[in-house]
C-alpha cells in the first residue's frame, strides 16, 4: 500500500474528527437535558456537527499543462493499481477539472458533464445535486485494466464548428495564432466539462478529496475552478517542471490562480518541482546532478517569494515506477517520501488547526458561557454546601449541651426518687407506729384507765356521788 505514514495520519485526524463529534453531540445533548438550548445556538452546534461529518480534505494539483500533475497523483494515491490509472501523456492531457473521492452510497463509477452545460446558467452544486445530468460510468475496482480503459474517457476530445467552440467560450484566437491555428473551421474541445471519480481507495474512504485540474486555458475558462474549488481546497500542490523551471505562464498561473486562493499566508501550499529525472547528466554526474537540483529551487524559490523547504523536487515517472515494480532504489531516488511527509505532518495538522480555530470561533463563546453558568452554579452550591455543614456542626454542639443538661437533670431526678423512696420507707414506719398506736387493745387499755380515773375522780372531789 502506498505511503502508509499519509494514511496512518489521515486515519489518526479521522479518528481525532470522530471524538470531536462526539463531544460537540454530548453538548448538545447536555444544553438540551439542561434546558439551556435556544434555536439559534441549537442551528449553529447542527451546523458546526454537519460541517465535521462531511469534512473533506481537498488537495489541488494545479499547473501549466505537461507539469506532470497527473502523473503526481498517479504515484502519491493510485500505484496499487499497478497501472497508470489517471490518463497522462505529453502535449495536454487532462481535459477538464477531476474530482476523486469516496462516495459511499454510489459506489464507484466515473460522473462526467457535458461541455455544452457551460451554456445553461446553472452552477456546479447545483448539477453535482443531479446525478441525472451526468453520464455515469462504472468501475470495475477488480479490473485495474477495464478502469483504465474507463479513465480514458476523461480525455476525450472533439471537433465542432468555431463558432460553437466560441459560443461555448473555448476558442482564443490569440493562442490558436499562437500554435500556428489561423482561422480554423472546426476546433477541438473537450467533450467533458466535470468529472466525479468515486473510487475505493483507503485515503478517499478516509475522507480525502483529490482535485486535478487542466492547465491555465481551462483555468482561466471556469471560473467556479478559480473562485471557489481552489480557493476551498486544504491544500493546492502546485507543479513545475525543474527542466523549464518557473516559465512566464508557470508565473502567471502562480499569481492568479495560486496565491490569489491561499492568501497572504501562503498556508497548505506546497511547490512541487517534478521531472528532476530529466536533469540527470552523465556527464556532469551525481554531484553535478544534486547541483543542478539545488540551483532549480533555489531560483524558483527567489522568483515565487517562497522558502526553500516548501519546494519540492521529485521525479513523479520514477516514483510511480518505483512502487509499481517494488523497487525502493529507484523510489529514493524519486525523492517523493519528502512530499510525502509534508502532505501527512504539516498539511493534515494544518487542516486540524483551521477546524479547531473555527470551531472554536463558531461555538467557543458559547461553551464559555456554559462553563461560566457552571462555574458559578458550582460556587452557589459550594456555598450552601459549606453553610449546611457549619449548621450540622452548630447543630451538633447544641445537642451535646442539651444532652448534658438532660443528664444532670435526670440525675437530679434519680437522686429526688431515692430520697423519696428512703422517705417513704421511714414515713410508712411512721405510719405503722401511729396504726398501731390505735389498735383495739390499746385503746381499749386507755379506755379502762380512763374510766378508772374518772371514777376515782367523782368520790374524791364531792365526797358523794348523788
Ligand atoms: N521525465 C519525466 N517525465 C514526466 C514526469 N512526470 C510526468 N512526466 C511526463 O510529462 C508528461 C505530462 O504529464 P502529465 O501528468 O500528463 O502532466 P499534467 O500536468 O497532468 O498535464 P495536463 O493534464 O495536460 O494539464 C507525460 O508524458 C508524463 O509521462 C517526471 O517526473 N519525469
Ligand atoms: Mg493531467
Redesign the pocket.
Known sequence: MSNPEFTDQLREYSHWREQLIQAIEMYVEWRIRYKLNDPHSTETLLNILSGLQHDKITLA?A????????????ALFFSETGVRL??????????SPTEMFWDEKGGSYIRLLNIESRLEDVSLIEFKNNPERWTQIELDCDSPTQMQKAFKEL?ATKKVPREVAEKLGLWNEREAAEQGIIDPETVEIPCWRHALISFPHPLLKQGLCIL????LN?LGTEPELTLSMLPNAQAIIF?L?A?TGVTKSDLEMWKNHVCNSRGHSKQGLAVVM?????MWDDLAGEEGYEDAIDKQVEASASILGLNEDVIFP???????LAKIKSDPKLLQK?RLDKLEHYLSNDILMQRRDILLQTISNKIGFLVNESLNLCNTKLENASKQLEEFQKMDFENHEMTAKLMAETRDQQNAYMSNVENFQASRKVFSVQAKMLVESFSKEKIDEIIKSSRQEMSKSLTTVNGHLN
Do not use: C, H, W, Y
Open positions: 494539483f499547473a501549466e499543462f505537461s507539469r506532470g500533475k497527473t502523473e503526481l497523483i498517479n489517471l490518463p497522462s501523456s505529453p502535449g495536454r492531457t487532462t481535459m480525455v486535478d485540474t487542466p492547465g481551462a507543479v517542471a527542466d517534478n521531472k528532476i529525472d530529466a521529485v521525479s513523479a515517472k520514477q516514483a510511480l524519486s
